[in-house]
C-alpha cells in the first residue's frame, strides 16, 4: 500500500460516498485506517450553495414558527409564503448535521435533491489538486511577509556597510531570519531585492550570478486550495457563478501601475491606479469596494475572483476577509463571503476576458507609456470610454447598460462612485489623445520606437559642416 493517497484511491472514496458507504466501509475497501480516510474527507471538501434556499425549511425554526409579518403594504407574509425568511426577524440558518458527523459531506445523501441547506461534497479531482498544491507548496522554501523582509534589508545593508559577511548576519539575527539559510539571502542580494549590492560584500568575485527572476510573495503558500483545478470543481458545485478575473497592467518600470478587474457576465471592466505592485496595495483597494459596493453587491461580484500569481495577489487571506474594527482590534478578521483562485502559471488563456480589456486599455495607454502623470479621474475617463462599447459578446451592448440591467439601482450607484459613466456612441474615444497631448506625446514616441526611429538631439556643429555646393 502507497503512502500517500492517489486520485485512484480519491475517485474511489468519490464512488462510495456516492453509494451511500459509511467511513468504515470506506477504509476497509482501501485498506486504510478510519482516521485516515476521515480527515481526508474533512480536509478536501468543497463548499457549494446548490439549491441553497429553495425551500422555507432552510430556517431551523420552520416547524415551531406560528409568525405572520405585514410588509407595510397590506400584503400578509407567512411562514408558507416564498421565501419568508428572507424578511423574517427570527430567521436562523439551519446547518446539516451530516458536517459535524461521518461522513461530513452531502455524498449519497437522500435529501439531497430537494435539500434547501448550504452543502459540501467530496470530488476526487478537487481533492487531488488540493494535495498537488500542498505538495508543491512545501518545497518552496523561505518565504517572508513584507514586514519581516524589510526589516532584514536594513539589518543586511547595514552590517554589509560594516564589512560583515552574510553569514555572520544571519548568525547574528537568528530570531530575525528564522530558517533563512546565508544561500538565499546571497539569492535575494543576486536578484536586486535588497539594497546591498554584491560588489559590497567581502570576498567577492567578478563571476556573474545567474540570471533568476525573484519574487517576495506575502504568503508563499498562497496557492494551496486555490488552484484553477479546483475552481472547476467548485464551479461545478456552484452552477451560475461566473468567476470575476483580476489582473494587473504595468506602465513604466518602478512606476505607477493599474490594478483591472473584469466582470465577464456582464462585460464590465474596472481598473485602479496604484503606486507599487504589492499585496497591500491590492487588499486596500478590495477594502474600499467593499465599503463602496456593500456586503450584498459586492458578493455578487466577487463571489468568485481569479488571479494570477503576481506578488500583489500572495495574501488572499485578506481578500476573501475583512477587519470589522481596525481601530480597537486589529487582529479581528470577518469573512467576506468570497473565495479567491489562482489561474496556472503562463496561462493567460484561464482569464481571456481580463486580457482582452487590456488590449482596449492599451489602445489608449500604449505599451511603454508611463502611467505616472495618470490620476484616479483619468483613468475612470478611459474606463467609461472602455464600457460604453457596444460589444457583440453582449448582443451589441455596453457594458454598462448590461451592468445597471443586472444590478439595478445598487450597481448605477456603485458605478457612480467610482466615476464610471456612460458616454454616448458617436463620442467614444480609445485614443492617446482622450488623456491630452501629453500621453498623445509619449504614444507618438512609443510608435517611433517600434518602427525604429529614434530622435537624435542637433550638435552645434552640425549647420556649419555643410557639403560645399557644385560651383
Request: with cysteine; charged share 30%.
Amino acid at each position: 500500500m502507497a503512502k500517500h493517497m492517489d486520485d485512484k484511491d480519491r475517485g474511489r472514496i468519490e464512488y462510495l460516498l456516492d453509494c451511500g458507504k459509511s467511513v468504515t466501509e470506506i477504509a476497509k475497501d482501501l485498506g486504510r485506517p478510519d482516521s485516515t480516510v476521515s480527515r481526508e474527507i474533512q480536509n478536501r471538501r468543497i463548499d457549494s450553495e446548490k439549491r441553497y434556499g429553495c425551500s422555507n425549511r432552510l430556517c431551523s425554526r420552520f416547524d415551531e414558527c406560528d409568525l405572520q409579518l405585514f410588509d407595510g403594504f397590506s400584503s400578509r407574509i407567512r411562514k408558507n409564503s416564498a421565501r419568508c425568511f428572507e424578511h423574517c426577524p427570527r430567521f436562523f440558518e439551519a446547518v446539516c448535521e451530516r458536517w459535524a458527523k461521518a461522513p461530513y459531506v452531502c455524498n449519497g445523501c437522500e435529501k439531497e435533491p430537494h435539500c434547501p441547506l448550504r452543502k459540501k461534497y467530496y470530488r476526487a479531482a478537487g481533492a487531488q489538486a488540493n494535495y498537488t498544491g500542498i505538495l508543491h507548496a512545501s518545497r518552496l522554501g523561505v518565504h517572508v511577509d513584507d514586514e519581516s523582509f524589510g526589516k532584514m534589508n536594513e539589518v543586511v545593508s547595514l552590517g554589509v556597510k560594516k564589512g560583515q559577511s552574510v553569514r555572520h548576519i544571519v548568525a547574528s539575527n537568528p530570531e530575525l531570519f528564522k530558517g533563512a539559510k546565508p544561500r538565499t539571502v546571497y539569492d535575494w542580494i543576486d536578484g536586486r531585492l535588497l539594497l546591498a549590492k554584491r560588489h559590497d560584500l567581502p570576498f567577492f568575485r567578478g563571476n556573474k550570478p545567474k540570471p533568476k527572476k525573484l519574487e517576495i510573495k506575502t504568503n508563499a503558500k498562497c496557492r494551496v486550495g486555490r488552484t484553477i483545478q479546483e475552481l472547476r470543481e467548485w464551479l461545478k458545485e456552484n452552477p451560475g457563478v461566473v468567476p470575476c478575473e483580476v489582473d494587473t497592467v504595468i506602465g513604466s518600470i518602478s512606476g505607477k501601475v493599474l490594478f483591472t478587474m473584469i466582470f465577464p457576465d456582464t462585460g464590465l471592466a474596472l481598473a485602479f491606479l496604484r503606486d507599487a505592485k504589492t499585496s497591500q496595495t491590492c487588499t486596500r483597494i478590495f477594502n474600499m469596494l467593499w465599503e463602496i459596493a456593500g456586503p450584498e453587491l459586492f458578493r455578487a461580484l466577487f463571489l468568485a475572483t481569479l488571479g494570477d500569481n503576481g506578488v500583489e495577489f500572495s495574501d488572499p487571506a485578506m481578500i476573501e476577509c475583512y477587519r470589522p474594527d481596525p481601530e480597537h482590534n486589529p487582529t479581528k478578521l470577518l469573512p467576506r463571503g468570497i473565495r479567491f483562485w489562482y489561474a496556472d502559471p503562463y496561462c493567460s488563456t484561464q482569464k481571456p476576458h481580463v486580457e482582452r480589456v487590456h488590449e482596449d486599455i492599451r489602445r489608449v495607454l500604449m505599451k511603454g507609456t508611463s502611467f505616472n502623470a495618470l490620476d484616479q479621474d483619468g483613468v475612470g475617463l478611459v474606463m467609461s470610454h472602455v464600457n460604453s462599447m457596444h460589444k457583440p459578446s453582449l448582443g451589441d451592448r455596453t457594458p454598462i447598460d448590461l451592468f445597471i440591467e443586472k444590478h439595478g439601482e445598487p450597481g448605477r450607484q456603485f458605478l457612480e462612485k467610482l466615476g464610471i459613466r456612460k458616454i454616448p456612441g458617436n463620442q467614444v474615444t480609445l485614443h492617446p489623445f482622450l488623456l491630452g497631448r501629453k500621453f498623445q506625446r509619449h504614444a507618438d514616441k512609443v510608435t517611433l520606437r517600434k518602427n525604429g526611429v529614434t530622435s537624435a538631439k542637433k550638435t552645434p556643429n552640425q549647420d556649419a559642416k555643410k557639403p560645399e555646393s557644385n560651383k
